[in-house]
């Protein structure tokens, strides 16, 4: 399976997708994932909370991107940025989640890149994010080259209710700079949909809060 990953640019775009986004959501919690939900988690739920994020969305408190493949959504990735006025370079990442039967085909990793991709030509230089200890995830920004700097001992509940600990990464990036080697401009995330905003990876390959 290879994946298209493409940005979400509007409200409507999100709402457009909606159902599809609620399938992944549920396949992934379903599947064990602690992304800040618990059973019982139905479609109904779903919506209601990917519907929840299109004022986040309006708002450019929230970036996401979209994976699909096999004319289908596998996987999503979020980019929070920070708005204080001391902290406007970082942005934390969110709800990386692939679908359970997408996974090992380097989506995830393709996502991520993505996003890493995005931070830097908005200037920002520092990114954050936090996962279960002992998952899978943890390889992955291992692997992508994140440092983990603490675990959290027992932060949240999975699915099922039971206190797992929190693993917290942090990557330190450099603005994108362009062919005369000047750094790319922006103080702010751009909008999703944006040039360069769009990839397709090669045959393809979750963040917690």
């Not at 920070?82 to 989506?107: F, Q, S, T, W, Y």
């Amino acid at each position: 399976m290879s994946a298209d990953i493409s940005p979400l640019a509007s409200p409507d775009a999100l709402l457009a997708e909606v159902d599809e986004l609620a399938g992944l959501l549920t396949d992934v919690v379903g599947g064990g994932a602690s992304l800040g939900f618990v059973e019982p988690f139905g479609h109904d739920d779903a919506v209601a909370w990917w519907a929840s994020q299109a004022a986040e969305l309006a708002a450019g408190r929230l970036l996401v991107w979209v994976a699909r493949g096999s004319g289908r959504v596998v996987g999503t990735i979020g980019l929070a940025p920070v708005h204080k006025p001391n902290g406007r370079h970082r942005a934390e990442i969110v709800k990386l989640m692939v679908r359970g039967d997408a996974r090992g085909r380097g989506i995830a990793r393709a996502l991520l890149a993505m996003a890493e991709r995005a931070a830097a030509r908005a200037g920002l230089t520092l990114l954050l994010l936090d996962t279960e200890t002992g998952s899978p995830a943890e390889r992955l920004y291992r692997g992508a080259g994140w440092t983990r700097h603490g675990e959290i001992p027992g932060f949240a509940t999975d699915p099922a209710g039971d206190l797992r600990s929190t693993t917290l990464f942090h990557k330190v990036i450099g603005p994108v700079r362009d062919a005369g080697g000047t750094a790319a401009p922006g103080s702010a995330p751009p909008r999703p949909g944006t040039a360069g905003e769009r990839s397709r990876p090669s045959p393809p390959r979750s963040s917690r809060s």
